[in-house]
Every structure is written in C-alpha cells, then in structure tokens.
C-alpha cells in the first residue's frame, strides 16, 4: 500500500537483435539468454513478448554485407526492414514496434556515421543518411524510430525527411543523452561491431563527467521534435534520469544497457549473487529515479515473474 513505485509489463520494452542469412538464432555468449534471431525465431520471441504483457520491442538488424556507408540500413529488402514488415504482419497494431536507427551495425568501419578524411564521422553527410533510413524504417511498419547516433541535427533531420514522407504520425525516440560508456561491449559482440583501430566514440557520445551537457542534449532534442527521450546507460546515470524527470514532460527512457545485464549474469552465474532479485531492484529503481519506459534485456524474465 505505501510503495511509491511498481514495475508492469507495460513499462518494459525488450531489445531483440536480428540477423541476416541464419538458419538458426544463435546465442550471445556475453549476453546470456540474448540470442541473434533468426526472422522466424525473433517472430516467435515477439509472440511469447506480447502474450506477456510487453508492449514493445526495440530491434536492431545485422546485415551479412557491411559498407562503409552501412547502405544495408536503407535498403528495403535489408534485415531490419524485413523484421519490421513480419512484426507489423503478426501483431498489427497490438505491438509497438521501436527500431534502433543508426549506421554502426552496417558499417564496415563500426562508427556511427560515414567518415570523413581524419576518420572520425562526418556529421552532416550522416544525416542524409539517417533521412534515408527513416524513411525505409516507417514504409517498413516502424511505428517509433530511434536515433542512437548522436549526430548533431539528427533529431531535426528525421523530422524533416518523415513528414516529407508523409510519415507524420511515426514518432521518434531520441537517444538524447547516450554516455560514451565501457558499458556497450556485450551488444558489440550481439552485432558484431569492433570500432576500426581500436577507436571510440568519445567525438560525439556524451562525456561520463557531465550532466549539465545532458540536459543541454535532451532539450535540444525536443525543440527538434523528440517525441520522447532517452538516458543511456540507466544505473550509473540515475542522477540524469531524475533531472530530466524534474524538468521536462516528454516520456522519458532509460535503457538498461548490455554491460550492466552482463554484470548482474556474471555475479549470479558465480554464486554471488540472485539474479532475478538484483535484476528487479535496477529496474525498479530506474522507475523510481522517473523513467516511463525501461529498455532491458532483462524484459522477459521480470515479465514472466510478473505473471
Ligand atoms: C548504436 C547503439 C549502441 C547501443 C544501442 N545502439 C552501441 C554503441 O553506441 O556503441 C548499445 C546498447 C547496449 O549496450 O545494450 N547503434
């Protein structure tokens, strides 16, 4: 009666990753109980998702050929495009269906952008990039796109080409404060991303140090239309989470990111700690901190011990 907080199904999106030319969703060593779905193995995912209870997914597609634009992101036969068209066959309207829109996973070079001569992304070459892919994202059955590449502008670009396309209604979910973490290396390895020359992505993710700057990011992103905004990784930044809460009224996400699942897999694998309780105590304290929405990888587990 007293708790100020509770964890749904509802408040959970689960993050599923999908790859071209598998016969057979295949495991992800570093993410345990994560797989990279096959299009017939991620529709039966998101089947056993929706009798559950959760009422999104977000996908991220990995392609068999990469370029060093990551042109397979627009392509309307490419992965995700595929994934997205069987979602929106099997579930209609009844699943909402988020697609992670950035180059990293189709380029050969791992950034997030295409590079210009000093090998770091080209930021306003890469928006024409993102218009590209938010149009085929939306003619796919995208109801939400979700820029995670922290380009400047990016927000405002999509904007732009979706209503052009007469995609007024797809929404967008901006990555607006997305940390420069140590915390990504498990989904490298789920869409076989390594970053060429040992690079990072310190040039245009967010500085660990900052938090003003994130607030300076998220309202950027509104006044360019961010329907919604995101704070990523969640644990370590539940200080932004509150402070977006306390100043803005767009829904706010938080994504539980693949090296904080893989922290609390690792513990619990040794012994040294319960999975599923830890599990249910960062969910429900980045609730608590003010998220709406929580991306997890933990989604189904908490959701089956909802039941
Ligand atoms: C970029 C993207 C990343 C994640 C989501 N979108 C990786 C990155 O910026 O390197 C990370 C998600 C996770 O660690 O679970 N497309």
């Not at 392609?63 to 392509?75: I, Q, V």
């Not at 980045?286 to 089956?304: C, H, N, Q, T, V």
Request: charged share 25%; glycine share 8%.
């Amino acid at each position: 009666m007293v708790s100020e907080s509770h964890l749904r199904p509802e408040d959970l999106v689960a993050p599923l990753f999908v790859r071209e030319g598998i016969d057979e969703a295949q495991p992800i060593s570093s993410l345990p109980g994560q797989f990279q779905h096959t299009r017939a193995s991620l529709r039966a995912e998101v089947r056993e998702l929706a009798q559950l209870g959760v009422p999104a997914v977000v996908l991220f597609g990995v392609p068999e050929r990469k370029d060093p634009e990551g042109s397979e992101a627009w392509n309307p036969d490419g992965i995700m495009q595929l994934a997205l068209q069987d979602l929106r066959d099997d579930h209609g309207d009844d699943m909402v269906l988020i697609a992670d829109l950035c180059v990293d996973e189709y380029t050969d070079h791992g950034h997030c952008g295409v590079l210009d001569n000093k090998g770091q992304p080209d930021n306003d070459r890469t928006l024409a990039l993102y218009r590209n892919i938010a149009i085929a994202q939306a003619t796919a059955g995208a109801d939400i796109v979700a820029p995670s590449g922290m380009m400047d502008g990016q927000v405002a670009a999509i904007r732009d080409a979706l209503d052009d396309g007469s995609f007024e209604q797809t929404a967008i979910l901006a990555y607006a404060a997305k940390y420069a973490t140590a915390l990504y290396g498990p989904f490298r390895d789920a869409v076989d991303v390594t970053i060429v020359g040992g690079g990072n992505r310190k040039g245009y993710q967010q500085d660990v140090a900052n938090a003003r700057e994130a607030m300076e990011e998220i309202r950027s992103d509104i006044a360019e239309g961010a329907d919604m905004v995101m704070v990523k990784p969640a644990m370590p930044y539940l200080d932004v989470i509150a402070r977006a809460r306390a100043e803005v009224d767009v829904p706010i996400a938080a994504y539980h990111v693949s090296g904080e699942y893989a922290m609390v897999h690792a513990a619990a694998e040794r012994g040294w700690l319960e999975l599923e309780p830890v599990a249910l105590e960062h969910t429900l304290a980045i609730k608590r901190a003010g998220a709406d929405m929580i991306l997890s990888y933990f989604s189904r587990m908490l959701a089956e011990a909802m039941q």
